[in-house]
């Protein structure tokens, strides 16, 4: 009886959760095709603005669009995605858990031996209501980004001000060109 049990609760796992090479080949395929086009649409956005007005008025594609380009994602596709940092402007929506906060630890480090642009990192982890598909790709600083996240001489005025005053805690400046800013994150629940 005892035996049925496990053999029947091993079989049901198996089934409901299957972790094949060929399933994570494929949520992977999918997560990096929703992190594209949320990369393509904010880096868009950001270029547009900086160069028909400047710093100061592109905040708002940083502080707005980019949320709200992953809300839109996240409701379309029923994940969690989002951008994170070790080093955080906006806490509420930008502080890794603790998953996240290894793989950004361990981004830093590839570093060393690897091109950021196209460093990613997928995994499926189990939690108390389930299995999730975990996916995170390094978003790196470009030439764009130091107006407002790099060092105190390099960041733009009146930027700078305004970020001072929105974000007396603001912990997102000093990077330089080639760094990890930090990463786009996607959570699929896989039940
Ligand atoms: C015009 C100023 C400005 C520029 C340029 C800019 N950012 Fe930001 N960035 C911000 C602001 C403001 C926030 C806070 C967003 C919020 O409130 O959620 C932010 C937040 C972020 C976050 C989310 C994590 C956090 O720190 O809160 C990431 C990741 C990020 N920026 C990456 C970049 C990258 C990469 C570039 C260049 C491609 C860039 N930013 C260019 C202003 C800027």
Not at 44 to 65: F, H, Q, T
Not at 95 to 108: G, I, N, R, S, Y
Not at 115 to 121: I, Q, S
Request: with cysteine; proline share 6%.
């Amino acid at each position: 009886m005892k035996l049925h049990y496990l053999v029947a609760a091993a079989f049901s796992t198996s089934i409901a959760f299957p972790a094949h090479a060929d399933d994570m080949a494929k949520y992977q395929d999918e997560a990096r095709k929703v992190i594209k086009e949320f990369a393509t649409q904010l880096g868009g956005e950001l270029k547009k603005e900086m160069e028909a007005n400047g710093p100061a008025s592109s905040i708002k594609v940083c502080r707005d669009i980019a949320p709200a380009i992953a809300s839109e994602a996240s409701r379309k596709n029923g994940w969690h995605v989002s951008r994170v940092s070790l080093k955080v402007r906006n806490p509420l929506l930008g502080t890794p858990d603790a998953w996240e906060q290894k793989v950004l630890t361990d981004f830093d480090k590839r570093l060393e031996k690897e091109n950021p642009a196209n460093m990613d990192f997928a995994e499926i982890v189990t939690e108390p209501q389930g299995k999730y598909f975990r996916y995170m790709k390094a978003i790196p600083l470009q030439d764009v980004c130091l107006k407002c996240h790099g060092t105190d001489e390099v960041r733009a005025q009146p930027a700078k001000d305004t970020l001072a005053t929105e974000f007396p805690h603001d912990k997102a400046t000093g990077y330089t060109l080639g760094q990890i800013r930090g990463a786009f994150t996607i959570k699929r629940p896989l039940f």
